[in-house]
């Protein structure tokens, strides 16, 4: 297990773009560490030759067909989805300019 | 039952409500006004939002269709759950309805389309009365960690009514709704339905449709109903169940009646034949004693109704814990990025004025919780090149060792017996500062989830300060009849 400590904490915290506060770093040293402290007991367990469980299914999952199937509109006739979109523009997502 | 003392109690069941309908006793209007007289007195936190209009409208939709085109009598087998005012996790989406998953990150979220577990409960009848509070994005153990404040417990205010599903349990409980959907990743609805003294099921991985259920871990989340009754659970669930083609995962095979299968088991209720596996693992010290009692009680109880209790290993318990804090953390890294703040949610003003994607992208995710930024920096540690092998891939070959733990179970037995958690509903507060301590609350509710293994909890018994005691039972994938069966067995015996 790797030592927990703020510059660990800081660089996962960047890798995940979520910006922390001093406060929370010192709380994310310790809780983070406890819990990873407690899943080090996974070393324990003998796993040699066993194939991860990632998926809650077994088997393939199931395709369905290649079709276009347009999104509900509202009543101007523009796609619902853009509804929930924090700012539109020209009928696409408008973001700021960052370059 | 006379009108008057019909309106002044809460039924039991849906059976006795359509009775009600079918006599003229009550009307769909008048049930749904008694839950809003209900929800206004109410001081629990149990909602987000209230569709109060929109149920309303309904209820005199249904009552006036009872009369005009059903002939006075519900249309039990088309619409089994025809007025029935319901109250839906804030985590399954609806058209037009806010959608907030507990998260501040979408308190302005308006989804353009429905979720397919609630299409179905509408389709059948169900009145959504609102939006129940809950965990943020369904990460806790207590409720409290909901941007829209925690939920009360539903008779003890200084208690946590459990969680992820809180709001549900405490609305059921507290006559806010006569039922609800909850979601279950790791607990999330047996935690609180034991807490709050209600019945919960969670169905077997796959076997009800994700669609629209906003994701915490992919592998693990199951949508199942919170209840006062084992039979409305089963109906519920089995209304919910089915093969949908917008998730890859859902399951195809054919959904038996478990509401007949409950009814049946009420009407002749014996445990003959049925053998009842107790894990060892699972009877631990720490185990509050008067929990341990009253799941001793009811195994007892099973045998003196003819079933044989086995003794099974569970051996992989251990890690039950360990290996749900990597799992579930790791998929919840990876579902919680599209939270961005392009597509939907909210954009705060720091965003627009960020320099960069990087900046722009954490003034958005500012708006995430402590719980869930804790779990996402775990999980995307647990992911990160050079721990991926001892971390994520390791928990997956332990979630199989747990898996086939199970299996090996289930040849000597039909249904697992446990508590569902070691303690009753402990006071607010009491781990919120101690993360660790509230992931292991989960420890009796994670391993089924690791299996994809249908579960429940049955209120049983209350301990001196009349905090409900829930029953555990897990079956194996896809046998929910058995393990209807069985929880209605439970609940006659603790009725008795």
Not at chain 1, 71 to 97: C, H, I, L, N, R
Not at chain 2, 220 to 229: E, H, N, S, V, Y
Request: aromatic share 8%.
């Amino acid at each position: 297990m790797p030592e927990v400590n703020e510059a660990l904490i800081r660089k996962v915290a960047d890798l995940a773009r979520l910006e922390l506060k001093e406060s929370e770093i010192q709380e994310y040293v310790k809780s983070i560490g406890d819990i990873l402290k407690h899943v080090d007991q996974l070393s324990s367990a003998t796993v040699e030759g066993v194939e991860p469980m990632i998926h809650g299914v077994d088997g393939t999952l199931r395709l369905r067909p290649d079709e276009i199937i347009a999104f509900p509109t509202d009543e101007q006739g523009k796609p619902k989805v853009m509804q929930s979109a924090p700012e539109v523009m020209y009928d696409g997502y408008k973001v700021p300019q960052i370059l | 039952m006379s009108p008057t003392n019909f309106m002044s109690t809460f039924s039991k069941t849906i059976r006795e409500i359509h009775d009600a309908y079918d006599s003229g006793q009550l009307t769909p209007s008048q049930l749904t006004q008694r839950y809003w007289d209900q929800i206004q007195k109410s001081k629990h936190n149990a909602y987000i939002t209230l569709c109060q209009e929109r149920s309303i409208a309904q209820a005199a939709a249904f009552t006036q269709d009872l009369k005009s085109k059903y002939g006075g009598k519900v249309p039990r087998t088309q619409m089994p759950l025809f007025g029935i005012p319901m109250g839906i996790k804030d985590v399954q989406t609806m058209d037009g309805i806010r959608t907030t998953a507990g998260s501040k990150m979408l308190e302005n979220y308006i989804p353009p389309y429905t979720a397919t577990s609630v299409i179905r409960l509408e389709a059948a009848g169900a009145i959504a009365l609102g939006k129940l509070n809950m965990d943020e994005f369904a990460m806790g153990s207590s409720n409290e960690n909901s941007a829209f404040g925690p939920v009360i417990h539903p008779t003890h205010a200084d208690r946590v009514p459990g969680g992820s599903s809180g709001g549900s349990g405490t609305a059921v409980a507290a006559d806010l709704c006569f039922a609800a959907t909850g979601t279950d990743t790791g607990g999330s609805i047996r935690l609180p339905a034991s807490f709050c003294g209600i019945v919960g099921l969670k169905p077997t991985y796959g076997r009800v449709s994700r669609y629209g259920l906003i994701a915490f871990a992919s592998s693990l989340d199951q949508i199942g109903p919170m209840t006062k009754t084992v039979e409305d659970s089963a109906l519920i669930a089995q209304v919910m169940a089915g093969e949908d083609p917008y998730d890859a995962t859902s399951s195809d095979r054919p959904v038996e009646n478990w509401y007949q299968t409950a009814l049946t088991a009420q009407q002749a209720p014996s445990a003959k034949g049925l053998r009842i596996g107790v894990p060892k693992e699972y009877f631990i010290d720490g185990i509050d004693p008067e929990v341990r009692q009253a799941v001793e009680a009811a195994i007892e109880k099973f045998k003196s109704q003819g079933a044989s209790i086995v003794p099974v290993s569970l051996p992989h318990t251990e890690y039950a814990v360990a290996t749900y804090y990597v799992i579930a953390v790791s998929e919840a890294s990876s579902n919680l990025s599209r939270m961005d703040g392009v597509r939907f949610g909210v954009r705060p003003k720091e965003a627009t004025e960020a320099s960069n994607p990087a900046d722009f992208y954490k003034k958005v995710r500012a708006n995430f919780g402590p719980e869930v930024k804790r779990r996402i920096i775990l999980g995307t540690f647990a992911l990160s090149s050079g721990y991926y092998d001892a971390y994520y891939r390791r928990a997956g070959q332990v979630r199989r060792l747990m898996r086939n733990d199970f299996e090996a179970a289930f040849k000597t037995c039909d249904v697992i017996v446990s508590p569902v958690s070691p303690t009753t509903a402990f006071k607010m507060g009491e781990k919120s500062k101690n993360p660790l301590q509230m992931y292991l609350t989960d420890i009796f509710t994670i391993p089924a989830s690791m299996a994809g293994l249908p579960a429940m909890s049955v209120p049983v018994a209350r301990d001196r300060e009349g905090l409900s005691i829930g029953l555990h039972l897990i079956a194996p994938r896809f046998a929910e009849e058995t393990l209807i069966r069985a929880a209605v067995l439970a609940e006659t015996g603790a009725n008795s």
